[in-house]
């Protein structure tokens, strides 16, 4: 799992440097068994750090998906371990490579604590003298039993965005998500926690976000998953649920601004 990619591993947890990108917190994530643990290349399953854009590219110039975050050596500052728990604090400013993707200066810090839950939380600081605004996700794959099995309960009264279906927005559910097929939305306008109820695992994960405006649920299903070398047919095994700032509720920072989205997930 190293591949020259460096880690700091504890008992409640691992994080790999590339990308601040959390892997394994106790049994609560999903990380692949075909991962590519490889400089310059997003890790499947864990915690992505999606910014500062999310999805494609928005101005069709070829830059990565989903932002250069999550492929960038991160600083590890603070690593404290007490009685089983960790926490972590970890740094990424801009250089020379992501002025050239984004001609924005910041300061993005991404502190973790693995312990009886988990809490991840990622602030921007605008440390130039122009405004900016960014795109940012915590893209957190929960490990489950079964996908086709599970129900995500928060949602039912938000409308959505349905990347499926053309980005067309969909007015709200009104019922708990049920998984029959491919999911791509992004919820719109929300500060609800989610809940995922797993019967095959027999638990129930609570999904809480402070700073967040927008959720949004994922998972490929088996056609989609089949073109995606590190994935397969292993597409069961996870839910993505992500605090996220997206599209119209994108993130806004005047001069010496900061803003933090912060996550928590814990067993019911």
Same mark, same amino acid.
């Given at each position: 799992?190293?591949?020259?990619?460096?880690?700091?591993?504890?008992?409640?947890?691992?994080?790999?440097?590339?990308?601040?990108?959390?892997?394994?917190?106790?049994?609560?994530?999903?990380?692949?068994?075909?991962?590519?643990?490889?400089?310059?290349? +997003?890790?499947?399953?864990?915690?992505?750090?999606?910014?500062?854009?999310?999805? %494609?590219?928005?101005? /069709?110039?070829?830059?990565?998906?989903?932002?250069?975050?999550?492929?960038?050596?991160?600083?590890?500052?603070?690593?404290?371990? /007490?009685?089983?728990?960790?926490?972590?604090?970890?740094?990424?400013?801009?250089?020379?490579?992501?002025? +050239?993707?984004?001609?924005?200066?910041?300061?993005?810090?991404?502190?973790?604590?693995?312990? +009886?839950?988990?809490?991840?939380?990622?602030?921007?600081?605008?440390?130039?003298?122009?405004?900016?605004?960014?795109?940012?996700?915590?893209?957190?794959?929960?490990?489950?039993? %079964?996908?086709?099995?599970?129900?995500?309960?928060?949602?039912?009264?938000?409308?959505?965005?349905?990347?499926?279906?053309?980005?067309?927005?969909?007015?709200?559910?009104?019922?708990?998500?049920?998984?029959?097929?491919?999911?791509?939305?992004?919820?719109?306008?929300?500060?609800?926690?989610?809940?995922?109820?797993?019967?095959?695992?027999?638990?129930?994960?609570?999904?809480?976000?402070?700073?967040?405006?927008?959720?949004?649920?994922?998972?490929?299903?088996?056609?989609?998953?089949?073109?995606?070398?590190?994935?397969? %047919?292993?597409?069961?095994?996870?839910?993505?649920?992500?605090?996220?700032?997206?599209?119209?509720?994108?993130?806004?920072?005047?001069?010496?601004?900061?803003? +933090?989205?912060?996550?928590?997930? /814990?067993?019911?």
């Amino acid at each position: 799992m190293t591949s020259g990619l460096e880690w700091v591993r504890g008992a409640a947890g691992d994080t790999c440097l590339q990308g601040a990108h959390v892997t394994r917190a106790s049994d609560l994530l999903f990380l692949s068994s075909r991962a590519r643990f490889e400089p310059g290349q +997003a890790i499947r399953g864990g915690i992505p750090v999606i910014f500062p854009w999310f999805g %494609d590219d928005p101005e /069709r110039r070829g830059r990565g998906a989903h932002g250069f975050a999550r492929r960038k050596p991160w600083r590890l500052l603070e690593r404290e371990e /007490r009685d089983g728990d960790l926490r972590l604090l970890l740094e990424l400013v801009e250089d020379a490579e992501t002025l +050239a993707l984004w001609p924005h200066r910041f300061r993005a810090r991404l502190e973790a604590h693995f312990g +009886a839950d988990l809490r991840v939380r990622f602030e921007v600081e605008n440390t130039g003298d122009a405004p900016l605004r960014y795109e940012e996700a915590l893209h957190t794959y929960l490990a489950v039993g %079964d996908v086709r099995q599970v129900e995500l309960r928060g949602l039912e009264k938000v409308r959505y965005v349905d990347k499926l279906q053309a980005f067309a927005e969909q007015p709200a559910a009104g019922a708990p998500l049920r998984f029959t097929g491919p999911v791509d939305r992004v919820y719109l306008d929300t500060a609800a926690a989610c809940e995922l109820v797993d019967p095959v695992l027999g638990r129930r994960l609570a999904i809480e976000k402070q700073g967040s405006r927008t959720t949004v649920v994922w998972n490929p299903w088996s056609e989609a998953a089949a073109r995606m070398a590190d994935l397969g %047919d292993e597409w069961p095994r996870f839910a993505c649920v992500e605090s996220a700032n997206t599209g119209e509720h994108a993130v806004e920072l005047a001069p010496g601004a900061s803003h +933090a989205l912060v996550v928590r997930v /814990r067993k019911l």
